[in-house]
Nanobody, 124 residues
């Protein structure tokens, strides 16, 4: 079992930045691929970014590429999402997820553990 708790969400103006954190507890954090997803009320959850177990490989949704950066600290059981140049369209609940396995994945069903999420609102 892996428990995930997100933090760092809030209200930010367009063009601003936020850094989300996800604290993991439980077994073998370093054995899990980690990802961030987001969901707007009434819509399906969508992939944002993912990072390999060792942190050497990352993938991003086209909508956030060049603006968001995912990273992890396996010694502290943490994963982060640095979000820059935020747009109103980035407003959503952001959740981190963990996947047992080797390869990065982009589909929700491929992830085994989920956090409760943190709200990000981009508005002037």
């Amino acid at each position: 079992q892996v428990q995930l708790v997100e933090s760092g969400g809030g209200l930010v103006q367009p063009g601003g930045s936020l850094r989300l954190s996800c604290a993991a507890s439980g077994r073998a954090f370093g054995d899990h691929v980690m990802a961030w997803f987001r969901q707007v009320s009434g819509k399906e959850r969508e992939f944002v970014a993912a990072i390999s177990r060792g942190g050497g490989n990352t993938e991003y949704a086209d909508s956030v590429k060049g603006r968001f950066s995912i990273s992890r600290d396996n010694a502290k059981n943490m994963v982060f999402l640095q979000m820059d140049s935020l747009k109103p369209g980035d407003t959503a609940v952001y959740s981190c997820a963990a996947r047992r396995g080797i390869t990065i994945a982009r589909e929700t069903y491929e992830y085994d553990y989920w956090g409760q999420g943190t709200q990000v609102t981009v508005s002037s």
